[in-house]
């Protein structure tokens, strides 16, 4: 059959040139709804999904608070330190790598093997390297290893109040003392960093995100100066006397702050992982003992206060043996009778028990319960124990004579140094504390630790007595080692049998202790000692703690300038505990300028104390070395020679150091 003339044939390429159209029609609609999702409708999502890609948010160890002493000098800082790492999945040869940082940071190499083998993006190798160790191994150019910056914690004083201070740990978390108790404080938020990557993943450009982390410094009420005093005068007792360990307290009878304390055992601070436990305790704090016959202190401020003695009363001492409800009660040297004055002057148990018999249990409990006995005493210092001091309930029939010369009672040492402060100060109790404010990075202060009164003891006349008395327990009874020629000092021995764990009391362990004050200063200082187990035959707290309280005393006060004359006064200075009234020359020397620039021509310094030698040397800019205390009695260069900037200057005192 042949075609159909009238049809016309399919122009094939036509059809083809509109399906291809149609295919680019189709293509443009869908890029445009492509492009209108990505553009418009998706796009933030998108840019979200982008940024995430290529940004990675880091966090920063931000710098730990400093701690600084009263008079600003740091005693606990942190400083910026290097660390090793690695990202294990970065590293094509392990084991040569390992191998390399083997030899450079001395480790061995199957442990970082170890640790580079393990499935994790991120790995420590070493943290707070040396300077020189980090630039060996930055040198190395290892793949996937790299160097990164933390903050290591530095105490420059080592194990100078060591125990007040503690430490924080590697990762800036306080562990003991005043890091741990102000570890919110001090310690500051990581900071946030956004760091922007390149398509493999490696961090090309940093950018803080936010604010710096803010930092805050603590300020403490410790003294550097008497700390070391302190330190120096109970580390040779310890030794001296081959003690197990010793504590002494200084205390602002005043204030309640804490201008000293000292432990011993001691430890450096920066290798504390090094040492055992047993010697980084605080046993101020969180040891407690039978404070012995200076308890007696608070029997006698409660008979008073109550009205129940007078100071002339005369007691019956049975010549030093008292049978009482089955026990018998010795005196270790007898008396025939002792006043109520004199019982406590003289330490006589016996005399203590016959002024327990003037009170009733729930007087007498009710009275040490105010002193803070049986309580914590809230000082700002982890590992506080309060110590025992049963209801009244439970006394036995001895309890009540037992508790008035130390014994069935336990206190720890900053407790009693506390209860001693409100019973010589007027009788008011205040909380004891290190820390004096908390500042910022600007140095502003934003919060402040002001004496704190907890509550009144007894009353101002009671306290004033009580004064009298223990001022003549020092004088002319059993702290007579503790005077300071020209200070007054008031204070009571202590010497309690430690208990026996077989039952009852050892006759071989001893706690050797005295609880004393500074008077007629201003601050006030409240100072306890005590040696714990000393060897040999001598044990006594008159003989051993005594002396030790007057070496500390007399140290503290010849630091500040000269020796004490009986016809000064004492009053307050900015950078030490204590300060002496000038009685000799005023401080009318005063350098003046030299020929050329950066020379002064010396003024006459005879005559001058150290404060006011520190004084004009500071303005001089010369480098001063003291020989003595007291008054300058010599000077090297003589007076009117010229003295460069920086140049040495020795001024001779009167007094022997």
């Known amino acids: 059959m042949s075609p159909n003339p009238k049809e016309k044939p399919i ?11 149609l295919v680019f029609a189709m293509g443009t609609v869908i890029l445009s709804v492509r492009a209108y999702r990505l553009q418009i409708s998706d796009a933030e999502t998108l840019k979200k999904r982008a940024d995430k890609q290529r940004t990675k948010v880091i966090h920063l160890e931000a710098r730990r608070g400093a701690i600084f002493d009263r008079s600003g000098e740091q005693i606990a800082v942190s400083l910026e330190v290097n660390s090793i790492y690695a990202r294990p999945k970065r590293i094509q040869d392990k ?31 070493q943290r707070r390297v040396s300077p020189l160790l980090a630039e060996q191994v930055r040198k190395s150019d290892l793949q996937g290893i790299m160097i990164g ?38 310690k500051v938020d990581s900071i946030p960093v956004t760091a922007q990557t390149d398509a493999l993943g490696r961090p090309v450009m940093f950018t803080a995100m936010g604010r710096d982390a803010k930092r805050r410094d603590i300020h403490l009420t410790l003294d550097r100066n008497i700390q070391h005093i302190v330190e120096k005068e109970l580390e040779e007792a310890v030794n001296k006397y081959r003690a197990k360990s010793g504590v002494v307290v200084v205390l602002d009878a005043d204030t309640g702050e804490i201008p000293a304390l000292a432990v011993r055992p001691t430890y450096n601070l920066n290798t504390f992982a090094k040492t055992e436990p047993e010697a980084r305790r605080n046993r101020a704090v969180a040891d407690t003992f039978e404070p012995g016959s200076t308890f007696k202190v608070f029997l006698a401020a409660t008979a008073l206060d109550l009205d129940k003695v007078s100071p002339e009363e005369t007691f019956n001492c049975n010549r030093g043996v008292y049978r009482y409800n089955g026990s018998e009660i010795h005196d270790v040297v007898p008396h025939k009778s002792l006043s109520f004055e004199d019982i406590i002057v003289y330490s006589s148990n016996i005399g203590a028990v016959k002024i327990s018999e003037k009170l009733t249990k729930s007087e007498f409990y009710r009275v040490l319960y105010s002193f803070g006995f049986g309580a914590p005493s809230g ?21 009540k004579a037992n508790i008035g010369f130390g014994q069935g009672v336990s206190v720890n040492a900053v407790q009693l140094c506390t209860a001693f402060a409100a019973a010589i100060n007027g009788g008011v109790l205040y909380k004891p504390h290190f820390v004096k404010s908390v500042t910022n990075a600007l140095g502003e202060t934003v919060r402040e630790f002001p004496p704190t009164q907890v509550r009144r003891v007894i009353k101002p006349e009671t306290s004033a007595k009580l004064v009298e008395i223990l001022r003549e327990a020092v004088t002319r009874g059993t702290g007579k080692a503790a005077q300071i020629p020209g200070v007054e000092v008031i204070g009571k021995t202590g010497t309690a049998q430690k208990a026996d764990s077989q039952g009852g009391y050892s006759h071989e362990k001893y706690v050797a202790s005295f609880l004393g004050a500074i008077m007629g200063t201003k601050p006030r200082l409240v100072m306890f000692v005590m040696l714990d187990e000393p060897s040999g035959k001598m044990r006594q707290g008159g003989k051993l703690a005594a002396p030790v309280f007057k070496k500390i005393g ?84 003589k007076a009117g020679a010229v003295l460069k900037e920086g140049a040495p200057m020795t001024i001779s005192f009167s007094g022997q150091s």
């Open 11 to 21: 122009n094939w390429i036509a059809v083809r040139i509109a399906l291809i159209a």
């Open 95 to 125: 084991k040569e790598t390992a191998h390399i940082l083997g030899q450079i940071l001395e480790m061995d190499a199957d442990e970082i093997a170890k640790k580079l083998s393990d499935d994790k993006t991120f790995v420590w190798i």
């Open 149 to 186: 910056s933390e903050y290591h914690r530095f105490y420059p004083l080592k194990s100078l109040a060591s125990h007040v201070i503690g430490f924080a740990g590697m990762d800036s978390n306080g562990l003991e003392g005043i890091e741990l108790a102000y570890d919110q404080e001090l």
């Open 379 to 399: 000082i700002d210092m982890p590992g506080e124990r309060p110590g025992v001091l049963q209801l009244p309930g439970k006394w036995s029939i001895l309890s």
């Open 554 to 637: 007399e140290a503290i006060i010849a630091s500040c300038g000269r020796q004490p004359t009986e016809s000064e006064g004492i009053i307050a200075s900015q950078n030490c505990a204590v300060k002496k009234q000038i009685a000799g020359r005023k401080n009318t020397a005063a350098p003046k300028k030299g020929p050329k620039s950066g020379e002064w021509i010396i003024p006459d310094l005879k005559g001058l104390d150290m404060r006011q030698v520190v004084e004009i040397c500071s303005q001089m800019k010369c480098d001063i070395c003291v020989q003595g205390f007291g008054l300058v009695v010599d000077q090297q260069p």
